[in-house]
């Protein structure tokens, strides 16, 4: 059994900063990607950012320049350092792994997902 559990989340200005982290646990035998989606109301799951295990990132349009994803493969946790925030940032922001486990090959995990609210 994997978990994910994202922390970090709220309410913030716009050009304020978060730092949401999503720690994984379990029975975990690897982490391969690790990366953040986010879902606005109304709107389709996006991808925002991912890492690999080596350290290649890759961030959509809209947020490059601004969040950065780091991950610390110790901890077995990823973070999204989001910076000079804009309203339209506002979204649940779900953590996702590409893991194995002592039970089950390379899958897809999620967590719960953590608000961000960017308004004034």
């Known amino acids: 059994q994997v978990q994910l559990v994202e922390s970090g989340g709220g309410l913030v200005q716009p050009g304020g900063s978060l730092r949401l982290s999503c720690a994984a646990s379990?029975?975990?035998?690897?982490?391969?990607?690790m990366g953040w989606y986010r879902q606005a109301p109304g709107k389709e799951r996006e991808l925002v950012a991912a890492?690999?295990?080596?350290?290649?990132?890759n961030y959509a349009d809209s947020v490059k320049g601004r969040f950065t994803i780091s991950r610390d493969n110790a901890k077995n946790t990823v973070y999204l350092q989001m910076n000079s925030l804009k309203p339209e940032d506002t979204a649940v922001y779900y953590c996702?792994?590409?893991?194995?486990?002592?039970?089950?090959?390379?899958?897809?995990?999620w967590g719960k997902g953590t608000l961000v609210t960017v308004s004034p």
């Open positions: 996702n792994g590409y893991i194995s486990s002592m039970w089950l090959d390379f899958m897809d995990y």
């Open positions: 379990g029975s975990i035998l690897t982490i391969n990607r």
């Open positions: 890492i690999t295990g080596g350290g290649s990132t």
